[in-house]
């Protein structure tokens, strides 16, 4: 009779009663929609900042060391691209258990060993077309190793940065294998698991909640669209 009458299947009255429903509600452990929101700011956050800093660095001495210890690690960053997650995935939850990594500084710090691969090789295509001429008169007028990086070359990496991030930012945000394995419960996709259980399946306050944990990533996306497709092309190019 239902779909007689409403063969559409839209509302026949708006109210914003599942969004109320998803902010008040407390799934396990007492965590509600601010707090996974707190959590997976604070994860994200985070691990992106450490992923654009550890990736830098490393690209950097990679481009500028030429030896065969630099290529041999630019090889295995590489290579690490093509394993799937899921093939590691055991013996990294093994490994996080008998060193006691278990919760989100454990969660963040693997996420920097997976992360950061493709954000070395993509620094590393960028660094190749910035001059070293720069870098040479920066030591003639006696800066070291650090301020040379920090001060000329880390300014020069903003485009590929702002696209590294914004690439990173929705990869941790919307992850939902690793938070589930490590954490069980506390990040936003986890929370979608409070409305929709083995018997009971709550559509209307789930699909609010994804609208919800969606938006802020959109709304960024979209603003700094330009910037990844500009850091990507960039980075690609020859020098």
Known sequence: ?????????????????NFIKVWTTKGAGGITFPVAVFNTVLITGFSVVGILLISSMAAYILVRTKTRTSNFFFMMFAFFLVIPFQVIMVPLVVIATDMQFKGIAGLILMYLGLLCPMAIIMYNGFIKNIPLSLEE???????????IFFKIILPLLNPITVSISILNI?????????????LRQGTLVLFQFNFFGQFTQNFGA?????????????????SLQKFI?????AGAEKG
């Open 137 to 147: 008169s920066a030591s003639i007028d006696g800066a070291g190793r650090f301020t």
């Open 206 to 222: 789930l699909t609010a909640s994804l609208v919800m944990t969606s938006i802020p990533v959109i709304i960024l996306y979209f």
């Open 229 to 233: 497709f500009r850091g990507i092309t």
């Open 1 to 17: 009779m239902a779909i007689v009458l409403n063969p559409t299947g839209f509302p026949l009255k708006i109210t914003m009663d």
């Open 170 to 182: 929705i990869a941790v945000w919307n992850d939902f294998l690793l938070p589930y394995v490590i």
